[in-house]
């Protein structure tokens, strides 16, 4: 079965730099969540984007930006990196928002 | 208060015990349930949801669910060496502007030694 897609896998920048994480949902999912997981913190919510609209704002820095396209994929954008920023972030799918939430793989962010 | 508290661990159990893991969530009008496994640098993978109160099993794997207490388990039968990894709980909220997130315990990190 076709799985949450995240690219890159790894990025490594530099303090003050911008980064874009991309998420491709499973086929047919409208619903997109972003979760940043510290090390050795549990996931935390960020944003997500049903039918391509912000449904719902968490703890993301104003650094950060995000959108859902007409693809229904999804971009992480990520600028002023910094050191705080180095984790994992993951990106979930699902239909309609009420559905069991499925998990990317992640990309591992480190800022250095 | 974190909306979901789990029970803090590290949990070991031998080959074939039973590993009980706990959980408890803040907003009494929570629907949904969720227990995830993560294994280190992976991502969380479902084990288990549970929406309605009792008992729900899936092979080795049983979810309980208490409303009434705010109470949200998962046992693992026959637990094997494969099984060892962390244990998320999460729990999706009732409230209207947060419906849908996710809010997850911090996590049991089970080892099952041979």
């Known amino acids: 079965a076709a799985g949450v897609i995240q690219s890159p896998r790894h990025l490594i920048k530099e303090k003050r730099e911008t980064a874009t994480l991309k998420c491709y949902p499973i086929p047919r999912h409208d619903t997109v969540y972003w979760y940043q997981q510290g090390p050795g913190q549990d996931p935390q919510f960020l944003i997500s984007?049903?039918?391509?609209?912000?449904?719902d704002k968490g703890s993301i820095p104003d650094r950060f930006s995000a959108q859902q396209f007409s693809d229904y994929h999804s971009e992480l954008n990520m600028s002023s990196l910094e050191l705080g920023d180095s984790a994992l972030y993951f990106c979930?799918?699902?239909?309609?928002?009420?559905?069991?939430?499925?998990f990317g793989p992640g990309t591992r962010l480190l800022v250095l | 208060q974190k909306e979901v508290e789990q029970n803090s661990g590290p949990l070991s159990v031998p080959e074939g015990a039973i590993a009980s893991l706990n959980c408890t969530y803040s907003d009494r009008g929570s629907q949904s349930f969720f227990w995830y496994r993560q294994y280190s640098g992976k991502s969380p993978e479902l084990i288990m949801s549970?929406?309605?109160?009792g008992d729900k099993e899936d092979g080795r794997f049983t979810a309980q669910l208490n409303k009434a207490s705010q109470y949200v388990s998962l046992l693992i039968r026959d637990s094997q060496p494969s099984d060892s990894a962390t244990y998320l709980c999460a729990v999706k909220t009732s409230r209207g502007s947060t419906l849908g997130r996710l809010y997850f315990g911090r996590g049991t990190q089970l080892t099952v030694w041979p």
């Open positions: 984007f049903y039918e391509k609209m912000q449904s």
């Open positions: 549970i929406y309605s109160n």
């Open positions: 979930a799918s699902n239909m309609g928002r009420v559905e069991t939430q499925y």
